[in-house]
Nanobody, 117 residues
Framework: QVQLVESGGGLVQAGGSLTLSCVASGSGLGAYVIAWYRQAPGNEREFIAQINWAGGANYDDRVQERFTISRDNAKNTVYLQMNNLTPEDTAVYYC???????????WGQGTQVTVSS
């Protein structure tokens, strides 16, 4: 079983950048697809981006041109580089490993990203 822990959030001004990290323990990243999600207050958790073992990535249209997902399998870490942030990006960001109709890991506490205008 894989456990995932998010970090790297913080407070940033609009137009700024942050890099989030998702570190896998237990069985490590393995060949799992890892995805980033976010949840803003009052909203459902939503998909942001995902990456497979070989580095192939998919993005939600709202972040396609601004966010970059990457992974370092040797470090068991997936990153989310976020550029040109806007207040609409304010949310708690989570990572997980989608598998079938569910996920391989329990949801963690996430990491808070707050973008001020």
């Amino acid at each position: 079983q894989v456990q995932l822990v998010e970090s790297g959030g913080g407070l940033v001004q609009a137009g700024g950048s942050l890099t989030l990290s998702c570190v896998a323990s237990g069985s490590g990243l393995g060949a799992y697809v890892i995805a980033w999600y976010r949840q803003a207050p009052g909203n459902e958790r939503e998909f942001i981006a995902q990456i497979n073992w070989a580095g192939g990535a998919n993005y939600d249209d709202r972040v396609q041109e601004r966010f970059t997902i990457s992974r370092d399998n040797a470090k068991n870490t997936v990153y989310l580089q976020m550029n040109n942030l806007t207040p609409e990006d304010t949310a708690v960001y989570y990572c997980n490993a989608p598998y079938g109709l569910g996920y391989l890991s329990e949801w963690g506490q996430g990491t808070q990203v707050t973008v001020s205008s």
